[in-house]
């Protein structure tokens, strides 16, 4: 498993329309969490923000949704953003085009928002044009700073210094709401938000529309 902490500028070319970061002068980072909603993770993630007045993103995969409807409107109703993460959390490397947009559409039969992260970060050039034209198109949002959570290799501390080392404004930082990467989020995630809070950064959420 090959990924990089921090997405180097010639990888954010490749996609350039997409959401990468989001630069700005205040100090402002953008925490997101894939794969949720877990009935237990997430709540968990919820009161953990809640701690710091974080505001943060969840890309949320269809089927879980439907399976916990209640942990969904909890995020809402504490005031975070949502996005699509397709309905089965399809590689888009590796499923066909018409098959991959039907998904994500059949999650966003759950899913309320326009903002959409392939998994992985896979995603084709035909798939990402189609998404980014339709009649309600989606804004895909990637990421400058992998937590790397979901790599069981890695220590906890491992994973806390790869956010810490790497963001910084306007930084859009991955982690997971998933059992997988539980055991090392549940240690970075506190300690992140301590670190970057006595250093002044405030967590914000990403607003539908912002480029």
């Known amino acids: 498993m090959f990924y990089l902490a921090k997405t180097p500028k010639w990888v954010r070319k490749l996609f350039g329309e997409s959401t990468w970061e989001l630069p700005d002068r205040e100090k ?20 953990e923000l809640d701690k710091y007045g974080a505001k943060a993103t969840f890309f949320c995969i269809g089927k879980n949704v439907v399976e916990n409807p209640s942990v969904y409107k909890e995020i809402l109703a504490r005031g975070h953003s949502v996005g699509n993460h397709t309905h089965n959390h399809l590689n888009g490397w590796k499923t066909k085009s ?74 859009v930082v991955v982690f997971h709401d998933s059992e997988k990467a539980n055991e090392r989020m549940i240690y970075c995630l506190p300690a992140t938000l301590k670190y970057f809070s006595e250093k002044g950064y405030l967590f914000k959420k990403i607003e539908p529309g912002r480029s």
């Open 28 to 47: 402002n980072i953008y925490l997101t969490f894939d794969d949720g909603p877990h009935p237990i993770i997430t709540p968990l993630v919820l009161d």
């Open 98 to 171: 018409d098959d991959y947009i039907a998904n994500v559409l059949k999650a966003r039969e759950y899913i309320d928002s326009e903002l959409f992260r392939p998994p992985y970060g896979r995603i084709t050039g035909k798939q990402h044009k189609e998404l980014t034209r339709m009649e309600r198109p989606f804004r895909i949002v990637m990421w400058s700073v992998l937590s790397g959570d979901f790599d069981t290799r890695l220590l906890p501390e491992q994973c806390y210094a790869n956010v810490v080392n790497h963001a910084g404004s306007g930084s």
